[in-house]
């Protein structure tokens, strides 16, 4: 039985989530009150769970695995028979292992940034801020080349965890204090992703401003 340890406003929980809900795999989600309760950095929680005090941690069976990252390459290469989002071609699994050192990047700037302003958690916002950009235009000029080849996704003929890796802390980027108008590419990949099938959401990645941007 998969357990999730789980908060809803996370974007790397909700990149599990994601997957996970598009493997058709049943699992329990074990709420973590990370704001403002700080759960993640309780003695039980660190002794316990994960001593790092980070989510999403996953527990299948006997085998525990924390990392957004590390969890969608075993979501994908146990569950996913049919390869697809997780091919077996080496150079597809070279990008996707390129871009999944991409999302890093975010976690980094964006969800800091994010954490900042929303959550309130100390850090040089505006150096997060900036890093950010420089991730995101990283992406948006990926993803225009891509369009230009006649590819709409990153490390393949179609959505990979590469993309689900990438695509929260993109989709959020507004709570991050970001603006996406001057990332055409990035904004219609965010759209693509939105409007795959079997789809589901996040607060605030379905918010308005993004509705009105790729208008």
């Known amino acids: 039985m998969i357990s999730l340890y789980d908060y809803e406003l996370s974007g790397n929980c909700y990149k599990v989530r994601l997957l996970l809900?598009?493997?058709?795999?049943e699992y329990t989600r074990i709420p973590v009150d990370f704001h403002p309760g700080r759960e993640h950095q309780s003695p039980a929680f660190l002794d316990t769970v994960n001593p790092l005090g980070q989510l999403p941690v996953l527990q299948d069976g006997d085998?525990?695995?924390r990392d957004a990252q590390a969890i969608l390459v075993y979501l994908a290469s146990q569950y996913d028979t049919d390869q697809y989002w997780y091919p077996s071609d080496a150079r597809v699994r070279g990008n996707i292992t390129l871009w999944l050192t991409v999302a890093e990047q975010l976690n980094h700037t964006a969800a800091a940034a994010r954490l900042q302003r929303?959550?309130?958690?100390?850090?040089?916002?505006?150096a997060?801020?900036?890093g950010a950009n420089a991730v995101l235009r990283q992406l948006d000029d990926q993803l225009a080349e891509q369009h230009f080849q006649g590819r709409?996704?990153?490390?393949?003929?179609?959505?990979?965890?590469?993309d689900i890796a990438?695509?929260?802390?993109?989709?959020?980027?507004?709570?991050a204090g970001l603006d996406l108008i001057g990332f055409?590419?990035?904004?219609?990949w965010i759209d693509a992703m939105r409007h795959q099938p079997g789809f589901i959401t996040m607060p605030g990645i379905l918010?308005?401003?993004?509705?009105?941007?790729?208008?």
């Open 184 to 188: 055409p590419a990035l904004r219609q």
């Open 128 to 130: 997060c801020q900036q």
């Open 118 to 126: 929303s959550f309130g958690y100390a850090g040089d916002s505006a």
């Open 63 to 65: 085998f525990r695995l």
């Open 21 to 25: 809900h598009w493997l058709g795999l």
């Open 166 to 175: 990438c695509f929260p802390y993109s989709a959020l980027a507004g709570e």
């Open 152 to 162: 709409h996704w990153l490390a393949a003929e179609h959505p990979t965890i590469a």
């Open 207 to 215: 918010a308005v401003r993004f509705a009105k941007m790729l208008t």
